[in-house]
């Protein structure tokens, strides 16, 4: 009887396509490059179940209660089935996932980034490499063997158990890429033994032997040309199924190499990407092409009855053709014929449904000599486990357990992963620090170190003995660190000065057990993450200045002057992670944090963190979206999409640097990898920030997109790029007429020095009307600019002020304390004259500096008038006393105690300053006034300072020994 295929039907948009079965048969499950997932009861369903789950869906596969589906966001999706509700992340690739492929022992996914990943249902997950190509196609047997078919032209083959490649084919079709690919060479086990592997090359089948890998069969079609791409095994194994690059289908009964007769060709030659048999048996499959259109293939054989399975598999049993653990699928025949859903109907015991006769089954359909009590024993044993899998079930559902999500690691911002041979260790607008390691004979170990700009430093090429993993850079330092697993001396930090003179090694050893995790470096600080959560922070040159605790796990770090960012876990992960970002301060040994949420796209992770060239903190993440926050707004601003520069979907961005200052952000275009090679070395491309604004393709939308990051960027030009981009929209709003919303852009604006200008365009182009409105504008923005630059001289003369207060304040609380004598050199002073008289005040004067000071000028014969010993009046040029004393320190008084002393009073005066700030700032203000009405009031009683010297010159009436002295002198005539 001939097969019959049904007509192509429309299942999802043009492009690449997935098909295949529930595990019990009843639906299709059909998935597109819509990121559509659809659930058809049929062929013909014109109502299938659809639910979007990503931009495009690449492999599907069915798995009891769960779904596995691989998505453009380069994982395997779990999800429940059949509602299809989130149910974890399976796998994580650099590129998303091309096959799926899965028996009772493994779950295996194949990748466009020419890897494949391997999870054991009872062991930790593993990788298979040495691939040159993305991964096509895979499939596993029984056995526990993988094969899987490359874009290098190579079928190979592996041992699961052992993780060791057993055999190779070559031959196949290369291709660079799995989109857009239409020949997949798909490998095919034999399902019931595993015993053959099928495989297409160019127009024939292949059969080898799985134990031997010798070639047992090439199958072809006498009427097929062209290409085979895809070819599968009926769940028995009887048949043989293919399909060609030209829509062709070909089905061989494998015993005898009989073409089944059909409809071989197809009546549009789409290439048929998709095949899959039906699970029972029943000779149906289902097809799919690069159109996205569905079909189905009937009656390629007549569906079997009930008791042939049973007979059939007796009769292999009997035979020794079978193995029992491996081929005898027992829950299938214990559903069919002890589970109830087709009873047999059993002369032993009426009463009990769910006993059958093994006499009866076998005087049917079996030989007399065939064995019993084989059959006896494995339909025993399996109801006894189906009752025990059942009370088990009932348990589980009675627990309810909490669904966990995957937090994200510790990461270093510019570098590639640790496991790579040659790596980035740190990529920054500095330089690039880059490892080579060996890792089949271990003996190429090195760093090297190379500088954007060669003028200022020459690169450096170390030996990696202590085998470092992360480093920082900077234009002062370079920063290693190592683990503890060298030499077992604990994880240190290494650095090297770039600008030193004598040594410019330095090192720090983690105390005990602590790991380093992360190093970041800036031009001042070097700071270090360990495993402990403690965030060290040193000084380039090496001093020890801080260690704090982060609040959680670490995310990631960047360093920018004496600045540093730190993202850390503050919950746990659920659909997103819950990040949050502290941006320290550290200027000599003072700190400030400030503690803000970080904002991810949903389901995103972090992938870099850094600054801009101003300062401003900077975060990428795996959806494509570059973030930068302004610190006066307390908010994050969008300013890169990824998507622009995609031209896949497995390409992903690599962040150097950004410029805020020139609105551009430079970046790598990984091709189909999610990170740069070091070699060849890739080109950066600086990209212009752009925001994702409406209609940002418009002339509205882009002048709107300019005038909002001149406003919220700090760029060079912004203030002139403000007025430009403001007129630009005023004039096309006047041309849109749309004069509300021009005149609703000068309000916004507020800008004295623009509405001029509006009012002179308006004019220009006879809007009168609106010209007259914006008049009384300009006297509103003008009191409004006046009243803003009174506050903010108010406010910095009052800052100012408190500023040097409190640090005189602090300068008079430190000098008082200090009561360690200070060691000076005396001064240099002369012989002493013998005949001066030692009285009191000189026992208690100290020396003076000038050895002549005491003679007078009358006393050696000059009358000059009455100088003014320079100790009675204090010097000005005393260094050591004048260094740190504030200049009102002599006289006056001080606003603190005046402060501590009203307080209460201020606080009943103004009940509104909420905290100590304010209060000081009121208390400033009457403090001052006060002191200037003290100043300018005369004080009664009180004479002058000459007239006081003077008083005390002339009650001097005393002779002194000065004078004394005086008169044994003479004049020169």
Known sequence: MPFKRSNMRYGHIIGYTGVTYQDDGDRIISIGQDGDIRIWDGVYDEDPTTSCLAESIWAVLHSGSRILVATDLNTVQAYKYPELEKDGIEFRFTAFVTSLARNERFLAAGSEDGTIKVKPVDGEEFELGGLD???????????????????????????????????????????????????????????????????????????????????????????????????????????????????????????????????????????????????????????????????????????????????????????????????????????????????VEDESDDDDENTISVNKLKSQYMVPEADD???????????????????????????????????????????????????????????????????????????????????????????????HKVAGLSETVVAMG????????????????????????????????????????????????????????????????????APGPLVAMAAFGDHFLVAYHRSPANEDQQLNLMIVTCVKYKLRCRDIPLCLSPGAELCWLGYSDKGSPVTYDSAGILRIYHATANMWFPILDADKYKAGASDNLFIVTVAESLQQVQLIVCRGAKYPLTNPRPLPMNATFSQPLCDVEGEKGALEDVLMRSVYIKSDEAETVLKETAIKLFALACRSETEQRAKELVETIGSSQLVPIFMKYASKIKRYHLAESLAPLLPTFQQQEREEEQQELETNRENAAMVAELQHITVEAVTRRDTTPKIKPMPMVMRKNPFK??????????????????????????????????????????????????????????????FEDNKSRLKEQHPDAATDAELIKIGMRQFKAQNTATATTPQVGAGTPATEKRKLDETDKGESGVAKLAKFGFTKN
């Open 133 to 343: 190509g993305p991964v096509l196609s895979m499939d596993v047997s029984r056995k526990d063997l993988l094969a899987a078919s490359c874009g290098d032209g190579q079928l190979r083959i592996w041992k699961l158990n052992g993780k060791d490649l057993v055999q190779t084919f070559g031959g196949l079709r290369k291709v660079k890429s799995f989109e857009g690919n239409v020949l997949y060479g798909t490998p095919a086990f034999e399902p019931s033994r595993g015993h053959l592997l099928a495989y297409p090359k160019d127009q024939g089948i292949v059969v080898v032997d799985t134990s031997s890998w010798e070639q047992r069969k090439v199958l072809k079609h006498p009427k097929i040309s062209a290409n085979f791409s895809r070819c599968a095994f009926s769940p028995r194994g009887d048949y043989l199924a293919a399909v060609t690059e030209k829509g062709d289908i070909a089905i061989w009964e494998y015993k005898t190499e009989q073409l089944i007769e059909g409809e071989v060709a197809a009546s549009e030659p789409h290439p048929i990407i998709g095949l899959a048999w039906h699970p029972k048996n029943n000779g149906e499959l289902v097809i799919c092409d690069d159109q996205g259109q569905v079909g189905e293939v009937k009656d390629v054989f007549e569906s079997l009855d009930d008791g042939n399975d049973l007979m059939e598999m007796a009769e292999r049993e009997a035979n020794g053709d079978m193995e029992l653990d491996n081929d005898m699928d027992v829950e299938d025949i214990y559903s069919k014929y002890v589970a109830g859903e087709k009873p």
């Open 837 to 898: 008289r030692a009285d009191s005040a000189s026992k208690s004067s100290p020396a003076p500096s000038n050895p002549l000071g005491h003679l007078t000028g009358k006393a050696i014969g000059f009358s000059s008038p009455k100088t003014v010993d320079p100790e009675e009046v204090p010097s000005t040029l005393e260094p050591e006393n004048n260094e740190n004393q504030p200049k009102n320190s002599a006289t006056g008084p001080k606003f603190m105690p005046w």
């Open 373 to 467: 009590d084989l059959l006896v024993d494995m339909l025993g044993k399996a109801k006894a486990e189906d009752h025990d899998d059942e009370d088990s079930r009932s348990v589980a559902s009675a627990k309810v357990v909490a669904k966990s999500f995957r937090m994200q690691e510790y990461f270093q911002p510019g570098s590639t992963p640790v496991n790579f041979e040659n790596r980035y260790m740190c990529y920054n607008h500095v330089g690039i620090i880059r490892a080579h390691r060996s890792v089949s004979d271990e003996k190429e170990n090195s760093i090297e170190v190379e500088f954007h700009d060669s003028s200022k430093h020459h690169g450096i090429h170390l030996n990696n003995y202590l085998n």
């Open 482 to 549: 190592c683990g503890s697993e060298v030499e077992n001396k604990g994880s240190k930090l290494v650095c090297i000065n770039l600008v030193s003179f004598g040594n410019r090694e330095w090192s720090c050893t983690m105390p005990g057990t602590e790991e380093i995790i992360g190093v970041v470096a800036s031009d001042k600080i070097v700071v270090v993450a360990t495993d402990e959560r403690f965030l060290r922070v040193f000084t380039t040159r090496g001093t020890q200045r801080e260690v704090l605790s």
